[in-house]
């Protein structure tokens, strides 16, 4: 892949408003047939860096190159319309007088014939060509969403930009349309960016996950990596809960009530955050005050009274007080166990699963 020209690639991009950075030096290859996810909370600059690659927006600095040629920087521009960039976003917005035929067509070029053909061939590809002569008011949230789609799509954009499409679905509907979007986009070959602040729609779209924070891409890779092996305690909390137990590393190990850690490299009398997701911690009976043996794997198991255990269908979600500090530890459990409130259970924190960070100052655990 690295040997290949990437379909669109943004390089140092760099946007102010009243001297606030809000676009913060991204850089970012995308290539054909991928999806790429800008992901990162509201406000973080996502939209901002779509609206610059659409055209619609001017960067302070920095370049936009589409196919190894310069489509803007701040000397160049290239108008929107020519950019071959087909767009996306939430409020799709569909002309309420035209049919969906028309709606397909619009912007579309060419002959008559060959328009039609092309329209037809784009209401088939999204399962709606018996609609052609509807109005949009005639359909539903579901398939207006796969109008958009087609108009998108019709004039076989290299690059398509996404913001948050499909925000506006409930939730069943959208998995499906997701996944369909997904077959057409990589069967037209167009390279993807979708811009979202969902994680789990991330993880289900993309090949590659730009995590972004304040205006900063602070990490980027496939779904796994960026998930299993998080830069900082941030890009661990942004896909999950997250249970902290802080400690001090001593001789490259940390004392804690769960046993100690290995934390290599970290300086004597530096704090440590270890970060754990609530369905990495293990759970285990009490045996007349005593819990399990501790494992190399497991480290020693520490008492939790439980607090709260809600059932939340697939699992179930306990919160714990634990015993030795009065703090509060989040685990999740399939869903055949749940425990009542004030029942004893041991907890134990898996080795391979958890992250260590140096702590930050002035934070708690929290
Ligand atoms: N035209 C503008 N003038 C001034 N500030 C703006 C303008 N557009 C966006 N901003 C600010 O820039 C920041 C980034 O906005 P942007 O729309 O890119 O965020 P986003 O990541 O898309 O968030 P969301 O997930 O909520 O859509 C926000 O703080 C926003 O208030
Ligand atoms: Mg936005």
């Given at each position: 892949?690295a040997?290949?020209?990437?379909?669109?690639?943004?390089?140092?991009?760099?946007?102010r408003?009243?001297?606030r950075?809000?676009v913060d030096d991204?850089s970012?290859?995308?290539?054909?047939g991928?999806?790429t996810?800008?992901l990162?909370?509201?406000?973080?600059?996502?939209?901002t860096?779509?609206?610059?690659i659409?055209?619609?927006?001017?960067?302070?600095?920095?370049?936009?190159w589409?196919?190894?040629k310069?489509?803007?920087?701040?000397?160049?521009?290239?108008?929107?319309?020519?950019?071959?960039?087909?767009?996306?976003?939430q409020?799709?917005?569909?002309?309420?007088?035209?049919?969906?035929?028309?709606?397909?067509?619009?912007?579309?070029?060419?002959d008559?014939?060959?328009?039609?053909?092309r329209?037809?061939?784009?209401?088939?590809?999204?399962?709606?060509a018996?609609?052609e002569?509807?109005?949009?008011?005639e359909?539903?949230?579901?398939?207006?969403?796969?109008?958009?789609?087609?108009r998108?799509?019709?004039?076989r954009p290299?690059?398509?930009?996404?913001?948050?499409?499909?925000?506006g679905?409930?939730?069943?509907?959208?998995d499906?349309?997701?996944?369909?979007t997904?077959?057409?986009?990589?069967?037209?070959?167009?390279?993807?960016?979708?811009?979202?602040?969902e994680?789990d729609?991330?993880?289900r779209?993309?090949?590659?996950?730009?995590?972004?924070?304040?205006?900063?891409i602070?990490?980027?890779?496939?779904?796994?990596?960026i998930?299993n092996?998080?830069v900082?305690?941030?890009?661990?909390?942004f896909?999950?809960?997250?249970?902290v137990i802080?400690?001090?590393?001593q001789?490259?190990?940390?004392?804690?009530?769960f046993?100690?850690?290995?934390?290599p490299?970290?300086?004597?009398?530096?704090?440590?955050d270890?970060?754990?997701?609530p369905?990495?911690?293990?759970?285990?009976?009490?045996?007349?005050?005593?819990?399990?043996?501790p494992?190399?794997?497991?480290g020693?198991?520490?008492?939790?009274v439980?607090?709260?255990?809600?059932?939340m269908?697939?699992?179930?979600?306990?919160e714990?007080?634990m015993?030795?500090?009065?703090?509060?530890?989040r685990?999740?459990?399939?869903?055949?166990?749940?425990?009542?409130e004030?029942?004893?259970?041991?907890?134990?924190?898996?080795?391979?699963?958890?992250?260590?960070?140096?702590a930050?100052q002035?934070?708690?655990?929290?």
């Open positions: 892949m040997d290949r020209t990437p379909r669109l690639e943004i390089k140092n991009l760099v946007r408003y009243d001297g950075v809000v991204v970012l290859k995308v290539y054909p991928q999806v996810c800008l990162g909370p509201s406000g973080c600059g996502k939209s860096t779509l609206r610059m659409a055209g619609v927006e001017m960067q302070d600095s920095g370049e936009i589409v196919d190894g310069l489509v803007c920087d701040t000397v160049t521009r290239v108008p929107p319309e020519r950019r071959n960039i087909g767009l996306m976003f409020d799709f917005a569909l002309f309420p007088h035209l049919s969906v035929f028309e709606n397909v067509g619009f912007g579309l070029g060419g008559r014939a060959k328009r039609a053909a329209i037809r061939e784009m209401l088939v590809r999204v399962g709606l018996r609609f002569t509807s109005l949009p008011h359909l539903s949230g579901g398939e207006q969403q796969r109008v958009a789609l087609a998108a799509l019709a004039p290299r690059i398509m930009l996404m913001d948050e499409p499909f925000s679905l409930d939730n069943r509907l959208r499906g349309i997701r996944d369909e997904l077959d057409i986009l990589r069967e037209e070959d167009a390279a993807v960016l979708l811009v979202t602040h994680p729609e991330a993880m779209m993309a090949d590659e996950i730009a995590l972004m924070r304040a205006g900063q602070v990490q980027q890779g496939a779904p796994y990596n998930y092996a998080p900082d305690r941030d890009s661990v909390s896909f999950s809960d997250i249970n802080r400690g001090v590393v001789g490259a190990l940390t004392d804690t009530p046993g100690q850690f290995l934390t490299g970290v300086p004597d009398g530096q704090a440590v270890i970060v754990i997701r369905q990495h911690i293990k759970i285990d009976f009490d045996r007349q005050g005593r819990g399990p043996n494992t190399p794997g497991d020693t198991p520490a008492l939790g439980v607090q709260r255990a809600r059932f269908g697939s699992e179930s979600l306990v714990f007080k015993a030795h500090d009065g703090s509060i530890l685990a999740t459990v399939p869903n055949v166990f749940l425990p009542s004030g029942q004893n259970l041991w907890l134990m924190i898996r080795r391979d699963r958890c992250f260590v960070f140096p930050r002035g934070t708690s655990t929290a």
